[in-house]
């Protein structure tokens, strides 16, 4: 009994009075929003009587501008509030996630750069020059060891070290 279907006409009969429910609901909620707009501005904002001498517009500026430094102040004040709890928000978060102890790693895009590329990329216009990473290197002699200076003729360490007397030598001076 509990399958039993409900005929098509019988879904679109309730479907449509839904939808007028629905309706007449928005209209009624759209009157009230409206109203309520309507009695915040006549409480904040009464009806502008401009004054017809110029000292009483003068002053009326006056008094609009000191409204409106007031009302800086405030949002000011707001904004600043708000960026500081933004960022004991986002302070906590990162407490948490310590606490925790989990840490997701971002995936990480291979990017192929050239050094030029990157040093363009960071520096932006400032870098123009292209920059040879070998150049700035500190140019280094290699020594001639000692035992080439004072070996002399080669036949003659070779006619040393030949036999077994000479690999007796070898192995004598080297341990």
């Known amino acids: 009994m ?3 279907k409900m005929p098509v006409s019988r879904k679109n009969y309730l479907k449509s009075l839904l939808l007028q429910v629905a309706e007449s609901m ?18 904040n904002c009464p009806s502008l009587s401009l004054p017809h001498s110029v000292q009483d517009l003068q002053e009326l ?5 000191k409204m409106i430094d007031l009302v800086d102040d405030e949002r000011y004040d707001m904004e600043v509030k708000v960026t500081k709890s933004d960022k004991e928000v986002g302070d906590l978060k990162i407490k948490l996630q310590d606490l925790k102890g989990k840490f997701k790693k971002p995936v990480l895009k291979r990017v192929r750069m050239s050094a030029d590329a990157m040093l363009a990329a960071l520096l932006g216009s400032k870098h123009k020059v292209s920059m040879d990473l070998r150049a700035n290197l500190k140019q ?18 070779i006619e040393d070290k ?3 007397d000479g690999r007796k030598k070898m192995f004598e001076t080297e341990a």
Request: include cysteine; glycine fraction near 4%.
């Open 2 to 4: 509990a399958d039993k």
């Open 61 to 65: 500026c006056r008094k609009l501008h």
């Open 26 to 43: 928005m209209e009624e909620e759209s009157k009230r929003k409206a109203e309520e707009k309507q009695s915040y501005m006549d409480e």
């Open 140 to 157: 280094v002699k290699k020594e001639a060891k000692e035992e080439e200076k004072h070996s002399g003729d080669w036949r003659k360490n």
């Open 162 to 164: 030949a036999g077994m």
